[in-house]
Protein backbone atom coordinates (compact mmCIF):
# COMPACT_ATOMS: atom_id res chain seq x y z
CA UNK A 1 0.00 0.00 0.00
CA UNK A 2 0.82 3.36 -0.62
CA UNK A 3 0.82 6.17 1.51
CA UNK A 4 2.07 9.33 2.85
CA UNK A 5 3.21 11.30 5.75
CA UNK A 6 3.67 14.81 7.21
CA UNK A 7 5.38 14.99 9.94
CA UNK A 8 4.91 18.33 10.90
CA UNK A 9 1.02 19.83 11.46
CA UNK A 10 2.33 23.79 11.72
CA UNK A 11 5.67 25.03 10.49
CA UNK A 12 6.02 28.92 11.57
CA UNK A 13 9.48 30.77 9.95
CA UNK A 14 10.42 34.24 10.10
CA UNK A 15 10.43 36.09 6.48
CA UNK A 16 13.74 35.41 4.88
CA UNK A 17 14.51 32.05 6.18
CA UNK A 18 14.15 28.55 4.80
CA UNK A 19 11.59 27.04 4.74
CA UNK A 20 11.57 22.65 5.08
CA UNK A 21 8.59 20.77 5.21
CA UNK A 22 8.94 16.97 5.77
CA UNK A 23 7.15 14.17 3.56
CA UNK A 24 7.72 10.43 3.88
CA UNK A 25 6.28 8.03 1.79
CA UNK A 26 5.47 4.09 2.10
CA UNK A 27 5.51 2.66 -0.90
CA UNK A 28 6.81 -1.03 -2.57
CA UNK A 29 7.74 0.55 -6.29
CA UNK A 30 9.01 3.93 -7.29
CA UNK A 31 5.56 6.36 -6.44
CA UNK A 32 4.40 9.62 -8.19
CA UNK A 33 4.90 12.26 -5.69
CA UNK A 34 3.98 15.76 -6.16
CA UNK A 35 3.33 18.75 -3.38
CA UNK A 36 0.37 21.58 -3.30
CA UNK A 37 -0.17 24.28 -1.69
CA UNK A 38 -3.89 25.68 -1.11
CA UNK A 39 -4.22 29.18 0.12
CA UNK A 40 -7.51 29.66 2.39
CA UNK A 41 -11.01 29.30 1.01
CA UNK A 42 -8.87 27.80 -2.41
CA UNK A 43 -8.45 25.00 -4.31
CA UNK A 44 -5.10 23.21 -4.70
CA UNK A 45 -2.41 24.61 -7.09
CA UNK A 46 0.85 22.45 -7.91
CA UNK A 47 4.01 23.43 -6.94
CA UNK A 48 6.32 20.56 -8.02
CA UNK A 49 6.12 16.61 -8.59
CA UNK A 50 8.47 13.83 -8.93
CA UNK A 51 9.02 12.40 -12.10
CA UNK A 52 11.86 9.91 -11.78
CA UNK A 53 13.88 12.27 -14.31
CA UNK A 54 16.15 13.87 -11.62
CA UNK A 55 15.76 13.62 -7.75
CA UNK A 56 15.86 17.17 -7.12
CA UNK A 57 12.94 18.96 -8.38
CA UNK A 58 12.57 22.47 -9.45
CA UNK A 59 8.56 24.13 -8.85
CA UNK A 60 6.86 26.97 -8.60
CA UNK A 61 7.73 30.22 -6.78
CA UNK A 62 11.39 28.94 -5.70
CA UNK A 63 10.31 25.82 -4.02
CA UNK A 64 12.37 22.58 -4.42
CA UNK A 65 11.69 18.78 -3.18
CA UNK A 66 13.96 16.49 -3.11
CA UNK A 67 13.60 12.57 -3.68
CA UNK A 68 15.30 10.30 -1.35
CA UNK A 69 14.83 6.40 -2.07
CA UNK A 70 17.12 5.16 0.87
CA UNK A 71 15.41 7.48 3.23
CA UNK A 72 11.75 7.71 1.61
CA UNK A 73 11.53 11.36 1.36
CA UNK A 74 10.06 14.11 -0.62
CA UNK A 75 10.97 17.00 1.57
CA UNK A 76 9.80 20.32 0.20
CA UNK A 77 12.31 23.59 0.82
CA UNK A 78 12.56 26.89 -0.25
CA UNK A 79 16.22 29.04 0.74
CA UNK A 80 13.76 32.41 1.78
CA UNK A 81 10.45 32.39 3.23
CA UNK A 82 7.90 35.07 1.69
CA UNK A 83 4.96 36.36 3.28
CA UNK A 84 3.04 35.20 0.63
CA UNK A 85 4.41 31.31 1.41
CA UNK A 86 2.11 31.54 4.52
CA UNK A 87 -0.39 28.27 3.22
CA UNK A 88 -1.63 25.03 3.72
CA UNK A 89 1.16 22.53 2.17
CA UNK A 90 0.26 19.17 0.82
CA UNK A 91 2.19 15.69 -0.39
CA UNK A 92 0.55 13.75 -1.92
CA UNK A 93 0.79 10.17 -3.98
CA UNK A 94 -0.54 8.79 -7.12
CA UNK A 95 -1.27 4.91 -6.13
CA UNK A 96 -2.82 1.52 -8.55
CA UNK A 97 -5.93 0.14 -7.18
CA UNK A 98 -8.30 -2.13 -8.47
CA UNK A 99 -10.08 0.56 -9.84
CA UNK A 100 -7.39 2.31 -11.05
CA UNK A 101 -5.90 4.91 -9.59
CA UNK A 102 -6.20 7.89 -6.95
CA UNK A 103 -4.58 10.82 -5.15
CA UNK A 104 -3.90 10.04 -1.28
CA UNK A 105 -3.53 12.91 0.30
CA UNK A 106 -0.82 13.31 3.67
CA UNK A 107 -2.81 15.75 6.70
CA UNK A 108 -1.20 18.81 5.52
CA UNK A 109 1.43 21.08 6.74
CA UNK A 110 0.11 24.47 8.02
CA UNK A 111 2.91 26.98 7.38
CA UNK A 112 3.20 30.53 8.91
CA UNK A 113 5.83 33.34 7.76
CA UNK A 114 6.39 35.81 10.40
CA UNK A 115 7.95 39.01 10.36
CA UNK B 1 -10.45 28.99 -20.22
CA UNK B 2 -9.35 25.16 -19.42
CA UNK B 3 -10.23 24.37 -16.15
CA UNK B 4 -12.49 22.55 -13.55
CA UNK B 5 -15.53 24.63 -12.25
CA UNK B 6 -17.48 23.98 -9.06
CA UNK B 7 -20.41 25.52 -8.51
CA UNK B 8 -21.89 26.99 -5.39
CA UNK B 9 -19.18 28.34 -3.94
CA UNK B 10 -21.32 28.16 -0.34
CA UNK B 11 -24.25 26.10 0.37
CA UNK B 12 -26.12 25.78 3.52
CA UNK B 13 -29.03 22.70 4.11
CA UNK B 14 -31.08 21.89 6.21
CA UNK B 15 -31.02 19.15 8.52
CA UNK B 16 -32.52 16.08 6.44
CA UNK B 17 -32.09 17.26 3.13
CA UNK B 18 -30.42 16.42 0.22
CA UNK B 19 -28.04 18.96 -1.95
CA UNK B 20 -26.02 18.32 -5.08
CA UNK B 21 -22.81 19.94 -5.94
CA UNK B 22 -21.90 20.63 -9.55
CA UNK B 23 -18.42 19.75 -11.13
CA UNK B 24 -17.71 20.74 -15.14
CA UNK B 25 -14.31 20.04 -16.36
CA UNK B 26 -13.23 21.19 -20.21
CA UNK B 27 -9.97 19.69 -19.96
CA UNK B 28 -11.20 16.46 -21.71
CA UNK B 29 -9.97 14.41 -18.29
CA UNK B 30 -10.78 11.07 -18.36
CA UNK B 31 -10.62 10.83 -14.64
CA UNK B 32 -12.70 12.96 -12.31
CA UNK B 33 -12.30 13.09 -8.43
CA UNK B 34 -14.27 14.31 -5.53
CA UNK B 35 -12.70 14.99 -1.77
CA UNK B 36 -13.91 16.42 1.48
CA UNK B 37 -11.59 18.30 3.74
CA UNK B 38 -12.11 18.80 7.41
CA UNK B 39 -9.79 20.97 9.27
CA UNK B 40 -6.40 18.40 10.62
CA UNK B 41 -7.35 16.19 8.20
CA UNK B 42 -6.10 16.57 4.97
CA UNK B 43 -8.42 15.92 1.80
CA UNK B 44 -9.98 12.34 1.95
CA UNK B 45 -11.13 10.20 -0.87
CA UNK B 46 -15.72 10.36 -1.49
CA UNK B 47 -15.78 8.82 -4.91
CA UNK B 48 -13.87 8.74 -8.40
CA UNK B 49 -14.45 7.82 -11.80
CA UNK B 50 -12.25 7.14 -15.27
CA UNK B 51 -14.72 6.75 -17.66
CA UNK B 52 -18.25 7.36 -18.19
CA UNK B 53 -21.29 5.91 -16.41
CA UNK B 54 -18.45 3.78 -13.94
CA UNK B 55 -17.41 5.31 -10.56
CA UNK B 56 -15.51 3.72 -7.41
CA UNK B 57 -16.15 3.99 -3.76
CA UNK B 58 -13.15 6.22 -2.04
CA UNK B 59 -12.68 6.05 1.73
CA UNK B 60 -15.42 7.48 3.05
CA UNK B 61 -18.44 7.67 0.53
CA UNK B 62 -21.37 6.55 2.94
CA UNK B 63 -24.01 9.04 2.48
CA UNK B 64 -22.72 10.40 -0.39
CA UNK B 65 -23.69 9.26 -4.46
CA UNK B 66 -21.87 10.44 -7.71
CA UNK B 67 -23.06 10.22 -11.20
CA UNK B 68 -21.09 10.15 -14.54
CA UNK B 69 -23.17 10.62 -17.67
CA UNK B 70 -20.68 12.77 -19.19
CA UNK B 71 -17.58 13.03 -19.59
CA UNK B 72 -17.11 16.79 -18.16
CA UNK B 73 -19.45 16.53 -15.31
CA UNK B 74 -19.51 14.54 -12.09
CA UNK B 75 -22.01 15.86 -9.45
CA UNK B 76 -21.37 14.86 -5.84
CA UNK B 77 -25.08 14.88 -3.91
CA UNK B 78 -25.04 14.80 0.12
CA UNK B 79 -27.44 12.79 0.85
CA UNK B 80 -29.47 12.96 4.36
CA UNK B 81 -27.72 9.86 5.67
CA UNK B 82 -24.40 11.43 5.85
CA UNK B 83 -24.23 11.99 9.47
CA UNK B 84 -21.94 15.49 9.34
CA UNK B 85 -21.28 16.92 6.18
CA UNK B 86 -20.71 19.98 7.04
CA UNK B 87 -17.13 20.27 5.24
CA UNK B 88 -15.34 21.96 2.32
CA UNK B 89 -16.00 19.65 -1.13
CA UNK B 90 -12.98 19.64 -3.69
CA UNK B 91 -13.36 18.37 -7.03
CA UNK B 92 -10.49 16.86 -9.26
CA UNK B 93 -9.57 16.14 -12.92
CA UNK B 94 -6.69 14.23 -14.31
CA UNK B 95 -5.81 12.24 -17.02
CA UNK B 96 -5.11 8.42 -16.60
CA UNK B 97 -1.64 8.26 -17.68
CA UNK B 98 1.07 8.59 -17.47
CA UNK B 99 1.11 8.27 -13.54
CA UNK B 100 3.22 11.26 -12.73
CA UNK B 101 0.45 13.21 -14.26
CA UNK B 102 -1.09 15.98 -11.68
CA UNK B 103 -4.83 16.39 -11.17
CA UNK B 104 -6.47 19.73 -11.66
CA UNK B 105 -8.52 21.26 -8.49
CA UNK B 106 -11.83 23.50 -8.73
CA UNK B 107 -12.10 25.90 -5.94
CA UNK B 108 -14.17 24.51 -4.05
CA UNK B 109 -17.71 24.42 -2.55
CA UNK B 110 -17.94 24.82 1.69
CA UNK B 111 -21.20 23.13 2.60
CA UNK B 112 -22.71 24.10 5.80
CA UNK B 113 -25.91 22.19 7.49
CA UNK B 114 -27.79 25.17 9.47
Known amino acids: AQSVTQLDSHVSVSEGTPVLLRCNYSSSYSPSLFWYVQHPNKGLQLLLK??????LVKGINGFEAEFKKSETSFHLTKPSAHMSDAAEYFC?????????????FGTGTQLKVEL | DGGITQSPKYLFRKEGQNVTLSCEQN?????MYWYRQDPGQGLRLIYY???????QKGDIAEGYSVSREKKESFPLTVTSAQKNPTAFYLC?????????????FGQGTRLTVV
Open chain 2, 27 to 31: LNHDA
Open chain 2, 92 to 104: ASSILKPMNTEAF
Open chain 1, 92 to 104: VVRKLTGGGNKLT
Open chain 2, 49 to 55: SQIVNDF
Open chain 1, 50 to 55: YTSAAT
